[in-house]
């Protein structure tokens, strides 16, 4: 087995929390629910990073989780969280170069282990829908507690529909502003026609500077509860380094500044919105999406 360091950013408490929100809704979807297929419509949505942070909270959580590069075509993994040399990929495997425990990479996350894709076949598709890669995920269920696989998009290419029907359940990502309705209406039929389960659906890159619903909610708790349990809990949250001095002001203080706070709720929210700032790039702010009603 190969040994990988991940190139992981450290996120910010808001981020933390919606990879965990989008772990639970999966874990809703039912037991059986165990190899889940990530995709999106086109390219650069952030499905490769949302795949990597929903298989790090699910690490977090305990659960023995692999993450499959299957994007064979065009992978980013390998770029931009890799660490050390990789000598044996998903292709590999695929071809019969290698057996399947070789081309597993242990990381430096507890309980989480990667396969990357490996070099650039001729035919993607025939491998990914052949029976080794059906095997590969077969033998895999019976060591992993979940198995989060990264597939191209499906709004490019047809790979994705193929791998969706070897996984137990699809979850798309759409990035905010960039994908139409209709776009992401016609990539859900065609994961309907391959027979495929729809979990849900995560709207990436969210500008949470905005005045909106979630934008307001999302700064007022990222910036509180980060505060708050880094204050008391340690360094939890983005706002958890607070200077030694305010450490030692008790519980009391606290509540009066809070209900000082509520009772100028108005220039409050303003300082709040003012002082937020977008970091989402490639992270979601989750929120699963109905695609079945009409336009």
């Known amino acids: 087995m190969q040994e990988v360091i991940l190139k992981t950013k450290g996120s910010s408490f808001r981020i933390k929390e919606a990879y ?49 590069d299957a994007d064979l075509r ?7 969280y890799r660490t050390g040399q990789i000598r044996y990929g998903l292709v590999h495997f695929l071809v ?29 598709s025939e491998l990914m829908g052949g029976s080794k890669f059906t095997r590969f995920l077969e033998d895999a269920r019976k060591i992993f507690d979940f198995i989060i696989v990264d597939t191209p998009p499906l709004g490019s290419v047809i790979d994705a529909a193929v791998i969706a029907t070897k996984c137990d359940g699809t979850v798309m990502v759409i990035e905010n502003n ?45 910036r509180y509860y980060g505060r708050y349990y880094g204050k008391y809990y340690g360094n939890y949250g983005e706002y958890g ?40 790039n490639d992270h979601p702010e989750v929120e699963m999406i109905d695609l079945n009603k009409d336009e």
């Open 178 to 222: 960039a994908v139409s309705y209709r776009f992401a209406q016609n990539v859900k039929e065609q994961l309907d026609r391959s027979g495929c389960r729809i979990l849900g659906a995560v709207l990436n890159k969210v500008d949470m500077s905005s005045g909106g619903h979630y934008g307001t909610y999302g700064r007022y708790y990222g």
């Open 241 to 280: 380094n607070l200077p030694d001095s305010s450490l030692d002001k008790n519980t009391n203080s606290d509540v009066k500044d809070r209900t000082d706070t509520k009772k100028k709720s108005g220039k409050a929210g303003k300082n709040v919105k003012a002082s937020a700032a977008s970091n989402m």
């Open 20 to 68: 965990k929100s989008l772990r639970t809704n999966v874990e809703f979807c039912g037991e059986d629910v165990k190899v889940i297929a990530i995709t999106s419509c086109t390219p650069n949505e952030g499905k490769s990073s949302v795949s990597m942070g929903l298989a790090q909270a699910f690490a977090e959580a305990g659960k023995k989780t692999l993450l499959v």
């Open 96 to 124: 019969g170069q290698r057996k399947a425990e070789e081309v597993f990479c242990k990381t430096d996350f507890p309980s989480l282990f990667v396969v990357f894709a490996g070099p650039v076949p001729p035919n993607p």
């Open 74 to 80: 065009k992978s980013v993994l390998v770029s931009r």
